[in-house]
């Protein structure tokens, strides 16, 4: 049996060999797979790559031979003329005959020598598009080097809507450009795709289609059980999503290859796999499935279409085939695990004291495990992190995404390698989000995270956390800013796609972004009414400086009258004192019947008053002035003159007599102030 079985593998290695020579396909994976849909006949196979028309490989056999052992897909023929609305022919039933025909007609090509070995020239690529339009579906065959914008261009035809107005959605990779060329997305050979035209309202005769068109895109809930394992899974899923798409991700899981996969629970009306789930006729929002690996593969004489389909589908990506080994590739690397197998430091250490070397840590080690690119991780505390991404001014906030690490979990290393290291999903974190991780393989680590987000987001999230089981894992919480308390706005699991994240990122953008517009407003609002404030406080204390000054000058201008007041006063009082002491040390009036000489004198005063006074000729002058004097008039201040002529009687010697200053028997004066 070992001889046979060694035998089986050399025969095996030169068909491939045979058919990567004739084909020109350098990729192992996708010839094995070719081959493997052929029933590994190398003729059957060459005929499913290279079309008819151009000319067909044959072996030494009939070609009722052949005709016989046809497992491939179509010919070119074929798919278009069923593209067109025609009836593809059914394939043949696999008869035990065939199959030693087949098998004869492949060992004819081992012993080929290149020198003789036919060498066919590749026709191009062709892949099978089935669009889905409101309740029309339109089927078409385009060569690999056409870009998007000739599909949309066919479809234009077809539906009667402008290209401008038009959304091909259904991309593994996200929306695409009109000119991208198909070969660079590396589609497989069948593809699902959907057309959405948000700005054409649906007319009457689409409306009873609108349920379908809900459908596709609300999320439907798969609990799927894995019987083997007796172990539950529940997977998040678009009605977009196709039943292909979700073979696929479940092969992801239980490391059951899509063919060999035998499911319980789909409806009767899911009989094709590129049909979506919202067409499928699935329970909504919750169904239950279950799926366990075949008994034996290989008893299976007449294949189904369904493993047919898969099979085109895993053309170009080669994670399907059980006999990879053969050839030396690992199931670990088919299944991208390979780097969670080698892995040789956790992600983060156990009970580390400073948080900040902890994230350190962990972005050293997810840069080693999955390249450097990836999103920029938050170096520092929980509490750091949410300050620096809730509480600067509102045009600088962001909000807070929370990565939490399982390394126990399945979905880690694809989760990883595949929605946090695309380069999509890289810039909109980076340019959005303030990036915080943590590992929580570890209890220890685990612990630490509950009690930090019990500080900062309280119990509720808590909970929400200890709640997922660890092959949910990982998670990324989406965490928004508030007033009063942090809101998690979102919880995306490890089992989303690049698009599913995109969208709910993208969803969880909106609700913050119409927050932080109100918050900005609000801010705005609050620093105008500050600044009203401060301006009104300052023109306050400017106002109150002014007063105070005015009030100062004032006072100080009462002060100063006061004082220029007293001192007039005292000046008056000093005036009158002296005037008193004049007025008392005045000689007495001579009587006019006196017998010496009188002179009689008149002084008018500068008001026009006069004073009338009688003197001794022999006075002195200065009983003239004295007497001025104590009438108001001092010597300082006025001048005595006469009328005429006109003489300053202040300027003569005051000892002289008024006999001798010539003002006897009688004289007029009068008083003038001194410049």
């Known amino acids: 049996m070992a001889s046979e079985g060694g035998e089986s593998n050399m025969d095996r290695e030169m068909i491939l060999a045979d058919f990567q020579a004739c084909t020109g396909i350098d990729n192992i994976a996708e010839a094995i797979t070719l081959l493997e849909l052929n029933n590994w006949d190398l003729v059957a196979a060459i005929n499913g790559v290279i079309p008819q028309e151009n000319g067909i490989l044959q072996s030494n056999f009939s070609s009722e031979a052949s005709q016989s052992s046809v497992f491939g897909p179509p010919s070119q023929s074929e798919a278009a003329h069923a593209a067109a609305g025609g009836a593809a022919p059914p394939p043949a039933s696999s008869s035990s005959s065939s199959s030693s025909q087949a098998s004869s007609s492949a060992s004819a090509f081992c012993p080929v020598n290149p020198s003789s070995r ?18 029309r579906t339109i089927e078409l065959v385009l060569e690999e080097g056409s870009t998007v914008g000739e599909i949309k261009t066919i479809l234009e035809a077809d539906l009667g809507i402008p ?58 809930l798969l609990v799927i059980s894995h019987r083997e394992a007796q172990r539950d899974y529940s997977l998040n899923f678009p009605g977009s999503r196709t039943i292909q798409e979700v073979k696929r991700n479940v092969s992801d899981l239980t490391n059951i290859p899509v063919r060999h996969q035998q499911w319980d629970g789909w409806p009767a009306s899911a009989s094709d796999d590129s049909m979506t789930l919202a067409a499928s006729g699935i329970s909504y929002p919750c169904h239950h499935l279950s799926v366990c690996r075949r008994s034996s593969p290989a008893n299976s004489q007449e294949p189904t279409e369904e493993c047919a389909d898969v099979h085109m589908v895993s053309d170009s990506e080669g994670d399907d085939f059980e006999d990879a080994s053969e050839f030396g590739v690992d199931d670990s690397e088919m299944f991208g695990m390979g780097s969670s197998i080698c892995r040789k430091s956790p992600m983060m250490p156990e009970n580390s004291e400073n948080e900040a070397d902890a994230l350190l ?35 600088d906030r962001k909000l807070l995404a929370i990565y939490l690490h399982n390394d126990d979990s399945v979905l880690s290393n694809v989760f990883c390698s595949q929605m946090m290291c695309a380069d999509s999903i890289v810039a909109y974190l980076s340019q959005n989000f303030i990036t915080w991780a943590w590992d929580v393989t570890k209890e220890a680590n685990k612990a630490r995270l509950l009690t930090m987000c019990t500080r900062h987001f309280g119990s509720v999230v808590t909970q929400t956390i200890r709640t997922y089981k660890t092959d949910q894992f990982p998670l990324l919480l989406i965490v928004m ?51 009203v404030k401060r301006e009104q406080d300052e023109a306050y204390r400017v106002s109150l400086e002014a007063d105070r000054k005015k009030r100062e000058a004032q006072e100080k201008e009462e002060a100063e009258q006061v004082r220029l007041e007293r001192m007039r006063k005292e000046q008056e009082d000093e ?62 201040e006025f001048k005595l003159l006469t009328t005429f002529p006109r003489r300053n009687i202040t300027q003569l010697d005051p000892g002289s007599t008024l006999l001798e200053a010539k003002l006897f028997p009688q004289e007029t004066l009068f008083l003038e102030a001194k410049e």
Not at 122 to 134: A, G, S, T
Request: net charge negative.
């Open 118 to 135: 036919h060498i066919v020239e590749r026709q191009p690529r062709m892949l099978n598009f089935r669009v889905e339009y409101r309740q």
């Open 361 to 395: 840590h962990f972005t050293a080690e997810f840069s080693s495990r999955y390249g450097e690119t990836h999103p920029m991780f938050f170096i520092g505390s929980l509490e750091a992190a949410s300050q620096e991404a809730f509480y600067g001014k509102a045009r």
């Open 575 to 636: 005036k009158e004192a002296i005037r008193l002491s004049l007025e008392q040390t005045l000689p007495a009036e001579p009587d006019e019947d006196s017998a010496e000489q009188i002179s009689k004198l008149r002084v008018r005063t500068p008001s026009g008053q006069f004073l009338e006074r009688r003197f001794l000729g022999s006075c002195k002058l200065q009983v003239l002035f004295d007497f001025v004097a104590s009438k108001g008039f001092p010597f300082e």
């Open 163 to 220: 290209v401008s107005k038009m959304q091909l959605k259904g991309w593994k990779s996200g929306d695409v450009s009109d000119s991208t060329v198909m070969r660079s997305l590396h589609l497989p050979k069948n593809n699902s795709l959907y057309v959405l035209t948000p700005e054409i309202a649906p007319t009457a005769s689409t409306s009873k289609n609108s349920d379908l068109q809900d459908s596709l895109n609300q999320n439907f």
């Open 481 to 531: 800013g508030k007033r009063t308390s942090n809101e998690v706005l979102n919880v995306i699991q490890g089992n989303s796609t690049v698009d599913e994240l995109m969208m709910r990122l993208m969803g969880a953008m909106e609700i913050f972004t119409a927050q932080q517009q109100e918050d900005i407003k609000d801010e705005d609002e609050r620093e105008a009414r500050e600044t």
